[in-house]
């Protein structure tokens, strides 16, 4: 059974930073893109970032610039550094393996 748990969400100013983490658990595969989906209230749940296996990355537009998305496939963890925060960025932010296994979702507020 494969786990994913994220990590590092909470409040921060506009302007700040935040860093993600998630880790996947009970799989030894490497081979399989993971990545990072949000969902803000009253909306849908958008792709932020992904990330293959071979380390292609794919972000939505608006936060190209300023987000980065990288994994450690020996530790089976994929990050999610965000920068320059902006309000809008407020989210539930989940963590991905193949699009089949997600995690419980980690809340990011940016807010003064």
């Known amino acids: 059974q494969v786990q994913l748990v994220e990590s590092g969400g909470g409040l921060v100013q506009p302007g700040g930073s935040l860093r993600l983490s998630c880790a996947a658990s009970g799989t030894t595969d490497s081979i399989y893109t993971m990545g990072w989906y949000r969902q803000a209230p009253g909306k849908q749940r958008e792709l932020v970032a992904d990330i293959t296996s071979g380390g292609r990355t794919r972000y939505t537009d608006s936060v190209k610039g300023r987000f980065t998305i990288s994994r450690d496939n020996a530790k089976s963890t994929v990050y999610l550094q965000m920068n320059s925060l902006k309000p809008e960025d407020t989210a539930i932010y989940y963590c991905?393996?193949?699009?089949?296994?997600w995690g419980q979702g980690t809340q990011v507020t940016v807010s003064s």
């Open positions: 991905h393996r193949s699009y089949i296994y």
